[in-house]
């Protein structure tokens, strides 16, 4: 054996150097011996070095006992420990090597001999030690992996997908299982061999680990089939385009041996949670869609599930991050002007909400509102659309446009939520606009649900001082006896009225008597999704008041909307004869 590299800890300076001295004495052993007194220095020396062997007295001036031996075990990361014992601490001596001490010495009864040889015999028990260690690991690698590749094999695949699987259970994740089988693979092997053929299969692994992330499991089931764990998918297109990338990575050239070989793969794809619950009917279903993929057309991949399109995993995603969407601030508003058909001057806007997911871009209200309705988000959602909206108006009455109301719409859950009064005049109250200038939308089928809590609401809300609109009229078939009883200032002429209303003759006659009607109740109607000017002259000649709609102006930004009003020459409440046909 070369040098040993020895750490003697032992505060008696005499039975140090007789240690010392027995080493040499042998003559057989060239060894460097690093001698300490205490157990603090013994810890800062293995921080810093590295030995063969640590001889340890117990007792020690900082440390006694078994506790002596534990603290030099941990820091000595798998140096073998020979204990140095007084004639009366044997069985202290035994236990430690219960703990793993390697041996222990009886000072004043050890000769040179025994020394070296228990020096020797340590280190050698420690490095076979290790080697049985690393073998039982490399055993376990190779229960678990797949020889030619060192891919996962299909056992490790099945853990992890399960593992994976109870996560995205937990947190309503989604994940995707790949079934890979190359075209062509088959013939390659009976044709080039072999050799070629395991080598092939080794560059497929190796693409394949190089171009994934660390986290997606890549594995070889067996002959050329392979299989991938891809995690944190949120829609459709995750899918393909990870299949798009993989299709290309591995339809490139291969250079084999000196041969070059072409080969294509066919993709399957299912994805928990449509496509099944467990690892087994996942991974069936992905091999499922691979035969189709193969049949179709050799190169392509498809999903398990044909009729999964965007709009499921639209959905799914949605309800997933709505509820992080206020904090991330994603939520923004639109603006649709409302004009006067008498005057052509914008006598309002209604704030629409939108949602900029940071991955599906903006969604419409239409996408999210029913959701937030069902878990009830819709009320920190509505709050805040509330105050962006009071906001918004404050800003721009301080640019002058100070007669312009802005209409905010009230869900049905937000019409019933205790706090509604309270939020409704805080919005208000940090806001500073006028009460007058915030207009509450209501949807008729909404206000009609309880007529005795909806006639009080309103009542209380129109004590605060702000306007009510009736919005989508006609469309909840209520007895217009009930409409009386609703204080109401401004009523909303549902779109589906005003698309016809100059083609169908029932559409105009419905609308004209909804006009006169409103009027002789003393509201103001608005006649919502005008699109052409067939639509805005009939409205005109009914003497509806107002119209909104993409005719004039569809919901822009915030920003957009004054520099809009003063291009339109007709900032908000500044009387002029501009007439609608002019817009
Ligand atoms: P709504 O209150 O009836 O709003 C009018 C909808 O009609 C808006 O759709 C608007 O973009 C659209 N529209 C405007 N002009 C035209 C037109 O000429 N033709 C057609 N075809 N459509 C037009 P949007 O923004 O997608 O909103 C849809 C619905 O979502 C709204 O219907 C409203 O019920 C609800 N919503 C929007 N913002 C909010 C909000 O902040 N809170 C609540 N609770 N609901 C909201
Ligand atoms: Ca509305
Ligand atoms: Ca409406």
């Given at each position: 054996?070369?040098?040993i590299?020895?750490?003697l800890?032992?505060?008696?300076?005499?039975?140090a150097?007789?240690?010392?001295?027995?080493?040499r004495?042998?003559?057989?052993?060239?060894?460097?011996?690093?001698?300490?007194?205490?157990?603090?220095?013994?810890?800062?020396?293995?921080?810093?070095?590295t030995?063969?062997?640590?001889?340890?007295?117990?007792?020690?001036?900082?440390?006694?006992?078994?506790?002596?031996?534990?603290?030099?075990?941990?820091?000595?990361?798998?140096?073998?420990?020979?204990?140095?014992?007084?004639?009366?601490?044997?069985?202290?001596?035994?236990?430690?090597?219960?703990?793993?001490?390697?041996?222990?010495?009886?000072?004043?009864?050890?000769?040179?001999?025994?020394?070296?040889?228990?020096i020797r015999y340590?280190?050698?028990?420690?490095?076979?030690?290790?080697?049985?260690?690393?073998?039982?690991?490399?055993?376990?690698?190779?229960?678990?992996?797949?020889?030619?590749?060192?891919?996962?094999?299909?056992?490790?695949?099945?853990?992890?997908?399960?593992?994976?699987?109870?996560?995205?259970?937990?947190?309503?994740?989604?994940?995707?299982?790949?079934?890979l089988?190359?075209?062509?693979?088959?013939?390659?092997?009976?044709?080039?061999?072999h050799?070629?053929?395991?080598?092939?299969?080794?560059?497929?692994?190796?693409?394949l680990k190089?171009?994934?992330?660390?986290?997606?499991?890549?594995?070889?089931?067996?002959?050329?089939?392979?299989?991938?764990l891809?995690?944190?998918?949120?829609?459709?297109?995750?899918?393909?385009r990870?299949?798009?990338?993989?299709l290309?990575?591995?339809?490139?050239?291969?250079?084999?041996?000196?041969y070059?070989?072409?080969?294509?793969?066919?993709?399957g794809?299912?994805?928990?949670?449509?496509?099944?619950?467990?690892?087994?009917?996942?991974?069936?279903?992905a091999?499922?869609?691979?035969?189709?993929?193969?049949?179709?057309?050799?190169?392509?991949?498809?999903?398990?599930?044909?009729?999964?399109?965007?709009?499921t995993f639209?959905?799914m995603?949605?309800?997933?991050?709505?509820?992080?969407?206020?904090?991330?601030?994603?939520f923004?508003?639109?603006?649709?002007?409302?004009?006067?058909?008498?005057?052509?001057?914008?006598?309002?806007?209604?704030?629409?909400?939108?949602?900029r997911?940071?991955?599906l871009?903006?969604?419409?209200?239409?996408?999210?509102?029913?959701?937030?309705?069902?878990?009830?988000?819709?009320?920190?959602?509505?709050?805040w659309?509330?105050?962006?909206?009071?906001?918004?108006?404050?800003?721009?009455?301080?640019?002058?446009?100070?007669?312009?109301?802005?209409?905010?719409?009230?869900?049905?859950?937000?019409?019933?939520?205790?706090?509604?009064?309270?939020?409704?005049?805080?919005?208000?109250?940090?806001?500073?606009i006028?009460?007058?200038g915030?207009?509450?939308?209501?949807?008729?089928?909404?206000?009609?649900?309880?007529?005795d809590?909806?006639?009080?609401?309103l009542?209380?809300?129109?004590?605060?001082?702000?306007?009510?609109?009736?919005?989508?009229?006609?469309?909840?078939y209520?007895?217009?006896?009930?409409?009386?009883?609703?204080?109401?200032?401004?009523?909303?002429?549902?779109?589906?009225?005003?698309?016809?209303?100059?083609?169908?003759?029932?559409?105009g006659?419905?609308?004209?008597?909804?006009v006169?009607?409103?009027?002789?109740l003393?509201?103001?109607?608005i006649a919502?999704?005008?699109?052409?000017?067939?639509?805005?002259?009939?409205?005109?000649?009914?003497?509806?008041?107002?119209?909104?709609g993409?005719f004039f102006?569809?919901?822009?930004?915030g920003?957009?909307l004054?520099?809009?009003?003063?291009?339109n020459?007709?900032?908000?409440?500044?009387?002029?004869?501009v007439?609608v046909?002019?817009?």
């Amino acid at each position: 054996m070369s040098q040993i590299k020895i750490l003697l800890v032992e505060d008696n300076p005499g039975d140090a150097r007789l240690i010392e001295e027995l080493i040499r004495e042998t003559g057989k052993t060239e060894a460097a011996i690093t001698d300490v007194g205490s157990l603090a220095t013994a810890l800062s020396v293995l921080k810093d070095s590295t030995f063969d062997v640590v001889l340890l007295d117990l007792s020690l001036p900082d440390s006694q006992g078994l506790a002596t031996f534990t603290c030099v075990q941990e820091h000595a990361s798998g140096t073998p420990i020979i204990l140095l014992t007084g004639l009366d601490d044997e069985t202290l001596a035994v236990k430690a090597m219960q703990q793993g001490a390697q041996d222990y010495l009886v000072k004043g009864k050890v000769e040179a001999e025994l020394l070296v040889r228990a020096i020797r015999y340590a280190i050698e028990r420690q490095r076979l030690l290790v080697e049985m260690e690393k073998a039982r690991e490399f055993e376990q690698h190779l229960a678990y992996h797949d020889v030619l590749t060192n891919l996962p094999n299909r056992l490790l695949f099945y853990d992890r997908l399960a593992q994976a699987l109870t996560h995205a259970k937990r947190y309503s994740g989604k994940l995707a299982v790949f079934f890979l089988d190359l075209d062509g693979f088959k013939e390659l092997n009976d044709s080039r061999g072999h050799t070629v053929g395991d080598r092939l299969l080794q560059i497929v692994a190796q693409r394949l680990k190089s171009k994934l992330r660390e986290s997606d499991t890549i594995a070889r089931l067996g002959g050329d089939e392979f299989t991938i764990l891809l995690k944190g998918i949120n829609n459709a297109d995750d899918v393909s385009r990870a299949a798009v990338k993989i299709l290309e990575l591995l339809s490139e050239p291969y250079l084999v041996n000196d041969y070059a070989v072409t080969m294509s793969c066919s993709i399957g794809v299912s994805v928990f949670p449509f496509d099944g619950e467990d690892a087994e009917s996942l991974i069936k279903k992905a091999d499922f869609a691979m035969y189709r993929a193969k049949k179709q057309s050799k190169g392509s991949f498809q999903l398990y599930n044909l009729s999964m399109d965007v709009t499921t995993f639209k959905k799914m995603s949605i309800e997933n991050s709505l509820r992080t969407a206020i904090a991330e601030n994603e939520f923004e508003l639109h603006f649709q002007p409302q004009l006067s058909l008498k005057t052509g001057l914008v006598t309002g806007i209604e704030s629409l909400v939108r949602w900029r997911h940071p991955k599906l871009g903006l969604v419409y209200p239409g996408d999210f509102i029913p959701l937030a309705e069902e878990t009830g988000l819709i009320v920190p959602i509505g709050e805040w659309v509330l105050r962006s909206a009071c906001g918004q108006l404050g800003i721009w009455h301080k640019a002058g446009f100070n007669q312009l109301p802005v209409a905010v719409n009230l869900s049905a859950r937000q019409f019933r939520e205790i706090s509604l009064i309270e939020t409704v005049a805080g919005a208000l109250e940090d806001s500073a606009i006028e009460p007058g200038g915030l207009v509450l939308e209501i949807t008729e089928t909404n206000a009609m649900q309880d007529l005795d809590y909806t006639i009080s609401t309103l009542e209380v809300l129109k004590e605060i001082g702000v306007q009510i609109a009736l919005d989508d009229f006609g469309t909840g078939y209520s007895s217009l006896s009930y409409l009386k009883r609703l204080p109401i200032d401004l009523l909303k002429i549902d779109k589906s009225f005003v698309k016809d209303v100059a083609k169908n003759m029932d559409d105009g006659a419905i609308v004209s008597a909804i006009v006169a009607l409103s009027k002789s109740l003393g509201m103001t109607v608005i006649a919502e999704g005008v699109e052409t000017r067939d639509q805005l002259e009939f409205l005109k000649s009914v003497h509806c008041d107002c119209m909104q709609g993409f005719f004039f102006s569809e919901p822009v930004s915030g920003e957009e909307l004054p520099q809009f009003l003063s291009s339109n020459g007709v900032p908000a409440g500044v009387s002029s004869d501009v007439t609608v046909a002019e817009v």
